[in-house]
Every structure is written in structure tokens, then in C-alpha cells.
T-cell receptor, first 113, second 113 residues
């Protein structure tokens, strides 16, 4: 069975400081992993995805994530937070033979001036 | 190019009634997915349609059903509404099978009184 655990339900950072949103996954097969972002009252937008190519994945808006098989982790990072980064972030896993994405419960990112 | 569109934006029903939500995928996308986003529960996979067929469903009772039309648009029906059905229902589309990017609509918010 595949699942993800987002280790923090809320993260607060100051504008200009680094962002770290943590995600651990569980999968019986070689997984595909995604990060999606949801701004208030909006649908979800793909930030980045890992599909067994390079382990360091670069996404939009300066975000990146590193796939670490030994730690079963796929943490999302950004060197410098911007006010517009405040949103809900979802880590997602899909087995290559699966038929649906499994979402984590989300991490709410707050960026303070 | 138009994105995934969902209607209605908001819907208010009372217990026991039926709700119908609609989704139009991005042109050329053959797969449509439905997710429920209830407060505190994250995104839960409901249904996946591809080429007019139901390919997979999540752990929801049979009163949650739907269909996909020949033009690939989709309908989600919820019968015998219960208070806990109050949620944001998100539709997503993709070209082909899972593993690729899902494009989400902005959702339909269902309130059951």
C-alpha cells in the first residue's frame, strides 16, 4: 500500500528565510512523488514531480525537492520564502502500477513579514 | 486554453437530498478524477474515469457515483446526503493514465444542512 505522511501540519517562516516542508512516503513499488500547492479558494497546482529520474527535482517558483530512498523522504525546500508562498502544500505518492494519487494531509505554510 | 472547469461553485442542500456536480476536463484529456476535501481530512480519492469507464474508486459508499460522457466531461452524484458530505469536491483531469500531472479545477463547495 502507498501512503505519505506530512510531518508538520503548520509551518511558519519569515519572509526571506528558507522553507522546509517534510514528507515521508511508504510504497511497495517504485513510486512517483509530487508536490502540489493550493492557494486559498483555488484548485491545486503542480509544483514538481519525481518519476525515477534525477533525485533532485526542481519545480516552479524556486521550489525543489530531493528524493531519498534510504530515508523514504521527499522534502520540499525553497532558499528564500516570499509572501506569495503562503498556501497549503500537499505531498502526493503514486505507485507506477497504481491508478490514483494518494495525498498527504497537507502542510499550511505561513509567511510573516 | 481553458482549464478544468467545475460547476456549480457552491451548492447548498439538506440532509437526504441529492447533489450533482459537473466537471469539464482540459481539451484532449481523457481521464477525470474526483476528490473530496473535507475539513481536517485532506484530499480523499473518490473516483477515476477514463475513456467513459470507471477505472477505480476510493473508499466511499455506493451513494457516491458518477459517470463520464462521450465528450469526457463528468458528473459526480451524491445521493441521500449526510452532514459529513459537506466538503470541497475537486475534479482533475489528465491525458492518459496516472503517473503524470493532474490539472485541477477550483472545486465545488457542497454544504449539507
Amino acid at each position: 500500500a502507498q501512503s505519505v505522511t506530512q510531518l508538520d501540519s503548520h509551518v511558519s517562516v519569515s519572509e526571506g528565510t528558507p522553507v522546509l516542508l517534510r514528507c515521508n512516503y511508504s510504497s511497495s513499488y517504485s513510486p512517483s512523488l509530487f508536490w502540489y500547492v493550493q492557494h486559498p479558494n483555488k484548485g491545486l497546482q503542480l509544483l514538481l514531480k519525481y518519476t525515477s529520474a534525477a533525485t533532485l527535482v526542481k519545480g516552479i517558483n524556486g521550489f525543489e525537492a530531493e528524493f531519498k530512498k534510504s530515508e523514504t523522504s521527499f522534502h520540499l525546500t525553497k532558499p528564500s520564502a516570499h509572501m506569495s508562498d503562503a498556501a497549503e502544500y500537499f505531498c502526493v505518492v503514486s505507485e507506477n502500477s497504481g491508478y490514483a494519487l494518494n495525498f498527504g494531509k497537507g502542510t499550511s505554510l505561513l509567511v510573516t513579514p | 486554453e481553458a482549464g478544468v472547469t467545475q460547476s456549480p461553485t457552491h451548492l447548498i442542500k439538506t440532509r437526504g437530498q441529492q447533489a450533482t456536480l459537473r466537471c469539464s476536463p482540459i481539451s484532449g484529456h481523457t481521464s477525470v478524477y474526483w476528490y473530496q476535501q473535507a475539513l481536517g481530512l485532506g484530499l480523499q480519492f473518490l473516483l477515476w474515469y477514463d475513456e467513459g469507464e470507471e477505472r477505480n474508486r476510493g473508499n466511499f459508499p455506493p451513494r457516491f457515483s458518477g459517470r463520464q460522457f462521450p465528450n469526457y466531461s463528468s458528473e459526480l452524484n451524491v445521493n441521500a446526503l449526510e452532514l459529513e458530505d459537506s466538503a470541497l469536491y475537486l475534479c482533475a483531469s489528465s491525458y492518459g493514465r496516472i503517473g503524470g500531472e493532474l490539472f485541477f479545477g477550483e472545486g465545488s463547495r457542497l454544504t449539507v444542512l
